[in-house]
């Protein structure tokens, strides 16, 4: 899906973190910057010609600017390099309408869960659950507190008394997630957001204490090695792609997705994870049956067939027409 961009200025870098980095972004004109609710995202168009997404972790009545943090990935790809040594203030970049799918849900009680850089959506969440007298807790589980990023907010007096640190080197701080779970009431909402595995086992745990998964909300950065989508994988076989704007056939060979298939016949669907988790590819599909092998669309969207993410995804049937 190729959504409107729009051009920002950096007008402002911070350590947030030994490997974290924010950035400030402002219209370059001084106006206003698109409305977003609490867990939305951007994708950044950044240099070398990568595409990422970073959550707004600011106030989402603050329309002067937006936030974002970036932590510096051990084996990047090269997006989260270019934001922390190749990004400069004044510079301008270019950015995405901010989209939510991770949204807060109206309830009773929030619990949100951070792990990591996990933590920049759910900030904005605590901040806005804050402002509007909503019930909630904020857990944030970092390797140790010199690591952990925003700590002074999430420890400040605004968000006092919802808080609560947790330290892999401080044992009298662990997440005690299975005690904090058994309370629930039926009512109340989980948000949980960081390293694949942090998620798996918040949730594994909410289902445990009874929670049900119309509760538990999350969204994840990155998968881990054993979770990301085959594609190609081995049975893989050719089919075709047909562009719906021009009636164009490409073949997608059994050994190549379709989004690179594309690009080297001069077709090009911008992409980022390449893992199906962020949505930056998706395509309305026109006509046929996709093979969905993402973890961004829900259960019904896939059920749907009517998009589908072209980056790790490919066809149940010998030809599929796309929204292109």
Do not use: W
Not at 67 to 72: C, E, F, K, Q, S
Not at 118 to 137: K, N, S, V, W, Y
Not at 170 to 197: F, K, M, N, Q, W
């Amino acid at each position: 899906m190729i959504t409107e961009s729009l051009s920002v200025r950096v007008a402002g870098k911070h350590q947030a973190a030994p490997d974290v980095v924010s950035l400030e972004l402002v219209d370059p004109d001084g106006g206003l910057l698109p409305e977003f609710s609490p867990g939305a995202h951007i994708d950044v168009h950044l240099p070398g010609g990568y595409i990422r997404q970073y959550s707004l972790f600011n106030d989402c009545t603050q329309r002067s600017h937006f936030l974002i943090g970036v932590l510096r990935e051990p084996q990047s790809r090269g997006g989260s390099v270019a934001v922390h040594d190749l990004v400069q203030v004044g510079d301008l970049l270019r950015i995405s309408q901010p989209r939510n799918r991770f949204p807060l849900v109206p309830s009773e009680r929030s619990l949100l869960f951070a792990g990591g850089i996990g933590i920049t959506p759910l900030l904005c969440m605590a901040r806005r659950l804050q402002a509007t007298g909503a019930a909630f807790q904020l857990h944030y589980s970092c390797r140790s507190r010199s690591r952990a990023a925003f700590l002074d907010e999430i420890l400040g007096p605004a968000l006092a008394g919802h808080t609560q640190v947790h330290f892999d080197d401080e044992p009298e701080t662990a997440l005690d997630a299975p005690a904090i779970l058994a309370a629930d009431d039926g009512r109340t909402h989980i948000y949980v957001c960081g390293p694949s595995g942090y998620i798996d086992f918040i949730r594994e745990q909410a289902r445990s204490a009874g929670v049900d998964d119309s509760r538990i909300h999350f969204e994840r950065f990155a998968l881990d090695e054993d979770q990301r989508p085959a594609a190609p994988a081995e049975g893989d076989v050719a089919f075709q792609v047909k562009l719906a704007s021009t009636g164009e056939v490409f073949e997608i060979p059994a050994d190549e997705t379709i989004t690179s298939a594309l690009d080297r016949q001069g077709v090009f669907i911008p992409v980022s994870c390449e893992e199906g988790i962020c949505g930056t590819c998706l395509t309305g599909v026109r006509e046929g049956i996709p093979d969905h092998r993402d973890s961004y669309l829900t259960d019904a969207e896939h059920a749907a067939n009517d998009q589908f993410t072209p980056c790790c995804s490919r066809a149940r049937t010998p030809m599929l027409v796309l929204d292109l």
